[in-house]
């Protein structure tokens, strides 16, 4: 392989994955309006405290995400669903665990807004979910589609 071949191979892997983040962040965009949604719904409207509003929005908002990144961004409907959903579970539980703790020293320790405190949890579990469903979740088994 001549060193042109090579550069033109990664060039062509960085732009895949460049455009497969593109379309992960307008998932991820859509799901966080959802999420801010019914946060809000559930914190202002039916009064539950902010635990309570962070955990409803975040199953909502996932049930969406998963069937978006499974259909739109990764177009991985060839692999059965239920070995995606279960990885997509631990992926969740693992964005879960950071959203809860990180929200949870924002409100308590630093006495900021529960929103604030789930923007910031957005901004690292935003790169844990591309790179744990770009590359485990939503792979397909015997290669990449």
Known sequence: MTQQEILQKISLTFSSHIFLFVKFGIVGAVTAAIYFLV????DMMLGFNYIA????AYFVSTAFHFLANRHFTFNA???LPQYQVIRYM??????????????GVCVERFRFSPYLGVVVSVTI???VGYFLAQFWVFKIR???A
């Not at 946060?39 to 559930?42: A, E, L, N, Q």
């Not at 631990?90 to 929200?103: D, F, P, R, S």
């Open 39 to 42: 946060m809000w719904i559930v």
């Open 53 to 56: 509003a962070v955990s409803i």
């Open 77 to 79: 409907v060839e692999d």
């Open 90 to 103: 631990a992926m969740w539980i693992i964005n879960y665990l950071i959203t809860i703790i990180i929200v």
């Open 125 to 127: 579990t935003v790169f």
């Open 142 to 144: 015997g290669g990449r």
